[in-house]
């Protein structure tokens, strides 16, 4: 058997950077985006061009095209992960500060769980899940009370419940994951969903008409920049760099971007985006991150069998 050779330590590291940090960072480039462009376009723009690219990279490489099975799970899944999670957010992002927006997103872990919960049936809900579930709905709370002031402004009541189904629209992608047919490679499997997750979007701006009265040529540098970047960093070396960490590191750690993203988001955001960063911001992002960290490091418990199902369930886990 040969032995595994570790990857250099600068190669982790700056894998984790980039997911870290770069990831981090899209929530205020999406900011700048949608204040010029429209919120379905510029997410159909983000996604066409990087999952043209990352497809037509793969299939120069020789990683085999999807089979038309495949190709209908990537669509499935595009329709919950592109059009209604970033859709959602980009639409949002117009609303609400996208400190808050990652904040709110950052929520994912939290219905991933429950859908395990209620859908999967392969979670069962202890006492710690159960407290870490209500820990983040407390911080969602937090961001969106009229009641609680702290000094600040709640955020938009419209931009908060969009951002909460996104978040719903990402766990319910993640259970229809595991029962779709996708291609072999990760790699392909993305670059399929997001060139249809990018067309789909198109459709979606059509429909809304958000390219009536859009020109081109009003859009700022800045903006195209923040389109660039969300294109190049956000989705080709982004996600470049978590297939490889994939590869190379356990899921635990590579999923540690979940609850690092939302606070790199929110010192963004007030440094170079102008947000407000106050006590009710503070306090909401704490509890939310707290919950993520609790339900990540939670190991799955499984429900118990019935008795007739034990026998049965002890074969199967021999």
């Known amino acids: 058997m040969e032995a595994t050779v570790s990857p250099p330590a600068w190669k ?4 984790f950077s980039i997911i870290y940090f770069v990831w981090g960072s899209t929530f205020l480039a999406i900011r700048v985006g949608v204040r010029e462009v429209p919120p379905l376009l510029l997410a159909s723009m983000r996604f066409f061009i990087a999952g043209i690219v990352l497809f037509g990279w793969l299939r120069l490489k020789g990683t085999p095209s999807p089979s038309r099975r495949e190709w209908v799970s990537a669509s499935v899944l595009a329709i919950c992960i ?26 994912i872990p939290a219905f991933m769980a429950l859908s395990e919960i209620v859908f999967l049936r392969s979670q069962r809900l202890t006492l710690r899940l159960a407290f870490a579930l209500l820990v983040g709905i407390g911080g969602v709370s937090v961001l969106v009370s009229r009641s609680l002031g702290l000094g600040e402004v709640p955020i938009d009541p419209r931009g908060a419940v969009a951002l909460v189904v996104a978040a719903m629209s990402w766990s319910v992608a993640s259970v229809l994951t595991r029962k779709l047919t996708l291609p072999t ?14 067309i789909l979007l198109a459709l979606a701006a059509a429909i809304f008409g958000e390219f009536r009265g859009f020109h081109m040529q009003t859009v700022s540098r800045g903006a195209w920049f923040a389109l660039a970047y969300l294109i190049v960093a956000g989705s080709i070396v982004g996600f470049t760099a978590y297939v490889w960490l994939i590869h190379h590191e356990s899921p635990t750690k590579v ?21 407000t960063v106050g006590p009710r911001t503070l306090l909401g992002t704490l509890l939310v991150l707290v919950s993520v960290i609790v339900i990540t490091a939670t190991r799955a418990t499984k429900p118990a069998a019935p008795p007739l199902m034990k026998p049965l369930q002890e074969l199967a886990d021999r």
């Open 12 to 15: 982790t590291v700056l894998a």
């Open 185 to 198: 490679s990760k790699a392909m499997s993305s670059g399929a969903q997001m060139l249809v997750g990018g």
């Open 82 to 107: 592109f059009v209604f999670d970033y859709g959602l957010l980009f639409w949002a992002e117009q609303r609400v500060p996208s400190g808050i927006a990652a904040v709110m997103l950052a929520t």
């Open 255 to 275: 999923g540690t971007y979940a609850y690092v993203n939302p606070v790199v988001a929110v010192i963004v955001g007030y440094f170079l985006g102008g947000e």
